[in-house]
């Protein structure tokens, strides 16, 4: 007969409470039981484990089979907690790659709210752009990605929000005085910065402006600062203005209809952890307001 956990369990009750019947309480077990299972144990010890009768004294052997057995079972209990915390979503380690913009603009409320009601579980999120996305959600290094790419093969895709494009510009630029006239036309000649986002632009008039780019600049946070440094203007969607920069100004173009549309992907559901579910299901059920 192997040792069992509950041989361990029923031993560890006996030597602590000192009595058959305080350890038969303890446990929810009757004396009788407690008595069978110890019997067993020792039998397949080899020894006895206690000097008396009355279990109120180990033997030599007893004393270190006990202090093995203390240390066995509090590993087991940590063990068997951690499992049940990550099959509730209590504990986990949730990846996460997206595009800047939705990570300065629409994940903070989420991730407020999920962090403060899974208070054990680990975020690790990384902002690249959208192929990027992609890449690290096909490697299996991200859970949940969040970015401008339509349905990936592979992955669960869901359709998140869509905002309208617009020029980025300093506030005090002069395309600002008459932005409710402002067409592709207004653009050209002046130093535009382009970005991963302006190929989901098709209009054929903003093609030669794009052409015209000599600067490349993947990073939000750099455009911004180089638009603010008065390199150039960009085209972003208008999400990534934040209600708070007022440096800047946020120029809807009067002939121009293209959108970005963010999607939600993640890894099948059945290979989701239950804190990426939950944490994919908060993204899901967020009210995201794109513009209109």
Not at 232 to 241: C, K
Not at 266 to 290: F, K, N, S, Y
Request: aromatic share 4%.
């Amino acid at each position: 007969m192997s040792i069992k956990i509950e041989m361990l369990r029923c031993f560890r009750a006996v030597a602590e409470h000192g009595s058959l019947a305080e350890a038969a309480a303890s446990l929810g077990r009757t004396p009788s039981a407690v008595s069978m299972m110890l019997k067993q144990f020792e039998e397949h010890v080899g020894a006895p484990l206690f000097e008396t009768a009355r279990k109120s004294r180990l033997t030599p052997i007893g004393q270190m089979i006990l202090a093995v057995a203390r240390r066995e079972l509090e590993h087991f209990e940590r063990t068997v907690s951690v499992i049940e915390g990550l099959s509730r979503a209590d504990l986990g380690f949730v990846r996460v790659a997206t595009t800047p913009s939705v990570a300065q603009s629409v994940l903070p409320p989420i991730l407020r709210a999920y962090l403060a009601s899974h208070p054990n579980v680990r975020i690790d999120m990384s902002d690249m752009d959208s192929r990027a996305v992609q890449a690290e959600l096909e490697a299996d290094r991200a859970d949940i990605g969040l970015a401008s790419l339509g349905a990936v093969k592979g992955l669960d895709c869901t359709p998140l929000f869509s905002d309208r494009f617009g020029v980025i510009c300093r506030a005090d630029h002069p395309l600002t005085r008459n932005w409710d006239e402002l067409t592709w036309a207004d653009l050209h000649g002046i130093d535009f910065i382009a970005n991963g986002l302006c190929e989901q632009i098709r209009n054929p008039d903003f093609a030669p402006i794009l052409e015209a780019a000599r600067l490349m600049v993947r990073n939000t946070a750099s455009r911004l600062g180089l638009v603010r440094a008065g390199v150039g203007i960009t085209v972003l969607p208008r999400l990534v203005m934040s209600p708070e920069v007022t440096d800047l100004a946020f120029l809807p173009l009067v002939d121009a209809d293209a959108r970005r549309e963010v999607w939600l992907m993640t890894q099948p559901r059945h290979v989701l952890t239950p804190a990426a579910r939950d944490l994919a299901e908060a993204i899901a059920g967020a009210r995201i307001a794109g513009d209109e």
